[in-house]
């Protein structure tokens, strides 16, 4: 697997798969899996692009939640579920106050992919103005599929890194790794 954190790495073709994957939980899983398989199919490489951390702690500093995973241990789960390059952009005020079309363009310039996948709630650009259906509708202009993944429920609950961090808050480890598909003895977060 490629690592990037500026931009020296480009593609011809690819699948993108976008997230901040804070944990990579059954959620993250589902979509990097979808993704794997998209990258198959059209024989290109899969793109990961995330962020070096989470945008709240530039957008509202005091509402930044703690990372799940450390990012070594990211980038592990993100190459055991098949991503042949992970991004790992900045997180920049630039970035923050882009426009969804800008972010759009970029992405495609830079990876043109063949197809992006989201998960159901993702959301980018200035105020996180982009939705679902913003990239869908860009990916016609652009020439590219976009795949949405649904949300991932397991007993009920909506499988998020949100919830994770509440079950770990209230020191139920079992139920964290119920969601997280794995043991999490040893891993460090932060």
């Not at 990961?48 to 939640?65: E, G, N, Y």
């Not at 592990?76 to 390059?85: N, Y």
């Amino acid at each position: 697997m490629r690592i990037c954190t500026d931009d020296s790495i480009q593609t011809e073709a690819s699948v993108l798969a976008l997230g901040m994957f804070d944990g990579v939980h059954l959620g993250h899983q589902a979509l990097l899996k979808q993704a794997r398989a998209l990258a198959d199919k059209y024989h290109v490489p899969l793109v990961v692009m995330t962020f070096d951390r989470h945008p709240l702690s530039l957008i509202a500093p005091a509402m930044a939640p703690p990372m799940l995973t450390s990012p070594g241990e990211r980038l592990r789960l993100l190459e055991a579920l098949g991503a042949d390059i992970v991004c790992v952009s900045p997180f920049t005020e630039e970035l923050r106050d882009m426009a969804p079309e800008a972010f759009v363009k970029l992405l495609h310039d830079r990876w043109q992919p063949r197809a992006v996948v989201i998960g159901y709630n993702y959301n980018f650009g200035r105020h996180g103005a982009g939705r679902p259906d913003t990239m869908r509708a860009l990916s016609k202009a652009f020439g590219f599929e976009t795949v949405v993944v649904p949300e991932v429920r397991l007993h009920g609950e909506t499988v998020s890194s949100t919830r994770v961090r509440q079950l770990l808050a209230a020191g139920d480890t079992a139920g964290a790794e119920a969601l997280l598909g794995r043991s999490i003895a040893g891993e460090k977060h932060q």
